[in-house]
Each structure stands twice: as structure tokens, then as C-alpha cells.
């Protein structure tokens, strides 16, 4: 038996001004199924996040590059 789903979430590949989002948000409401589209404000939350991942992200990469000798 399959689960039921009561909601989908959408991220975008980069933040975008709302004026540039409204026909993406439109073109989301005429899709069959859709109750409503509600946009999401980015905040300092956020960029925290992005930045605390970006920078663990990047120390693993310089790990692999320049592994740390063992004794």
C-alpha cells in the first residue's frame, strides 16, 4: 500500500525576486491537485544554514585533496 502525500515542497537553485517568481507561482496553482502555492522569504535562517553546509561541504573536499598523514 502506498503512502499519501498532503504536500510537495519546491526549492529553487537560487533565490529569485518575487516579481521574477509569479509565473512560476501561477503556472504552479493551474496544475492539477494544487490548493494553493505559498512563496517562502529567504532570511538569515536561511543563509545560515547554506553557509554552515557550504563550509563543511568544502572542508571535506580539502580532505580528500590533502588527506592528513597517520602516524
Same mark, same amino acid.
Given at each position: 500500500?502506498?503512502? +499519501?502525500? @498532503? /504536500?510537495?515542497? *519546491?526549492?529553487? %537553485?537560487?533565490?529569485?525576486?518575487?516579481?521574477? #517568481? +509569479?509565473?512560476?507561482? &501561477? #503556472?504552479? $496553482?493551474?496544475? +492539477?491537485? *494544487?490548493? @494553493? *502555492?505559498?512563496?517562502? !522569504?529567504? @532570511?538569515?535562517?536561511?543563509?545560515? #544554514?547554506?553557509? +554552515? !553546509?557550504?563550509? %563543511?561541504? /568544502?572542508? $571535506?573536499?580539502? &580532505? !580528500?585533496?590533502?588527506? $592528513? $598523514?597517520?602516524?
Amino acid at each position: 500500500m502506498s503512502d +499519501r502525500l @498532503n /504536500g510537495l515542497t *519546491v526549492v529553487l %537553485e537560487q533565490d529569485i525576486r518575487e516579481e521574477e #517568481a +509569479r509565473p512560476l507561482i &501561477d #503556472a504552479i $496553482k493551474q496544475m +492539477r491537485g *494544487v490548493l @494553493n *502555492v505559498q512563496p517562502l !522569504v529567504a @532570511n538569515f535562517e536561511i543563509h545560515l #544554514a547554506e553557509s +554552515r !553546509v557550504r563550509r %563543511e561541504l /568544502g572542508q $571535506k573536499l580539502w &580532505d !580528500v585533496l590533502y588527506p $592528513k $598523514k597517520q602516524p
